[in-house]
Structure formats: structure tokens, C-alpha cells
């Protein structure tokens, strides 16, 4: 298998807040390990399709408890220890008795490239992330990737014909996520772990 395929261009432990901009025709891939301490996450992901070039913004911002907060300003606390777990073949999204949040986030360039499933489809079964968030998919359904990686939900962005296009994909038995706001060009959700054991949901939100 070539390594190439499978590993992200960067690999970051979200122990602050994290922003990004991604610009279309530009493939990037972002392996984020959310660590173990982290109680909540909101992510924001906005679509520009007016500017000079079409790109997305992605902002995470974590939670911790009071206390874990005074622990990692410690130099012995471990919070980069799980590093090593999301590139291990086949490591599992739910290591300890409090699971860890992986979200594999990538500006594909287009689902319907020939060779997209393929990298996609190792991408997932490599890193088993929990969360996946596509942009520049070029898609107006995603429900067919969901089918394919075997998620459970889907929030979506449809492609204006043949630009744009944003898929928010996730593991509802692992996570619980919370929408904030889910617009034409935005997607801002709470995503909190573990998820809850009683009254699981699954289902796709659409915009157009």
C-alpha cells in the first residue's frame, strides 16, 4: 500500500483552539486527535463560494475540565501520548474507558475522481477516525460516501454544480453531535464523547 495515500499531509493534537483555511484545488489532508481530556468540541465549517477563490474555513475549539486545564499545564502530562495510536494500522477510535475523538479532515477535490474511493477507503480503515469532514467534494449526495465508510450520520453541504460541496460524517455510537447552525454555507455543530448509550440517533441533514 502506498504510504503516500494513507498518511496526512499533517497530523496535530488539538489542545487549543485550532483554525484553518483550505482553498479549492488545493488537496490537503489533517489527521486531529482530540485528547482524551477533552469534554466537547465546537467545529465550525464555512464555505466562501464568492470570494476570488472558492475555499473553507474550519475552526475546532476544545473544552477541558477545570482540572485537567491546570494538568496540562504541567510538562509531564501526557496530552501528545496518543499520537502513536492514530497511525497504527487499525488501531481502534475507542482505545481507553473514555474514547478519543479522530477526525480525519480532507479537500479532496472531488469524490468522483477514480481514484478517490480507493485513497479514501484505506484513509478510514488506516486511521479509523470517528469523524470525517470532506470539502471540495463536488457532490449535491452524500449519502452514498456514508454507505460506503459505514457511518451512521451525515450533515451535508450539496455542490453548486460542479463546485463546492461539504460532507460532516460520524459515528453515532462513539459521538454525540450537537447542530448549532446548518446552513447553505455553514456547519457548526457540538460534538461531545462518550456518546449516550440510550436513544441513539442516525439520520442526514441536507442543505442546498
Not at 8 to 31: A, D, I, W
Not at 56 to 81: N, V
Not at 109 to 138: D, M, S, Y
Amino acid at each position: 500500500m502506498n504510504m503516500e495515500l494513507i498518511i496526512p499531509s499533517q497530523t496535530v493534537t488539538l489542545k487549543s483552539t485550532f483554525s484553518l483555511t483550505l482553498h479549492e484545488n488545493e488537496e490537503r489532508k489533517f489527521l486531529i486527535n482530540v485528547p482524551l481530556e477533552t469534554l466537547r468540541v465546537a467545529m465550525n465549517i464555512r464555505t466562501y463560494p464568492y470570494t476570488l477563490i472558492h475555499k473553507y474555513g474550519l475552526l475546532m475549539i476544545p473544552t477541558l475540565t477545570e482540572e485537567d486545564i491546570r494538568m496540562a499545564k504541567c510538562p509531564s502530562h501526557p496530552l501528545l501520548a496518543h499520537l502513536e495510536i492514530s497511525l497504527a494500522q487499525g488501531g481502534s477510535s475507542i482505545t481507553y474507558s473514555k474514547p478519543e475523538m479522530k477526525v480525519l479532515l480532507w479537500n479532496c477535490r472531488g469524490c468522483n475522481n477514480p481514484n478517490f474511493k480507493r485513497n479514501f477507503r484505506a484513509l478510514v480503515q488506516w486511521h479509523n477516525p470517528n469523524v470525517i469532514c470532506l470539502t471540495e467534494t463536488k457532490l449535491v449526495n452524500h449519502c452514498p460516501l456514508l454507505d460506503f465508510i459505514k457511518f451512521t450520520d451525515l450533515f451535508e453541504i450539496s455542490a453548486d454544480e460542479y463546485s463546492g460541496g461539504v460532507a460532516f460524517m460520524w459515528k453515532s455510537n462513539e459521538l454525540e453531535v450537537d447542530p448549532i447552525t446548518i446552513t447553505s454555507q455553514e456547519i457548526h455543530v457540538n460534538i461531545q464523547v462518550p456518546a449516550p448509550s440510550i436513544g441513539e440517533r442516525s439520520g442526514t441533514t441536507r442543505m442546498p
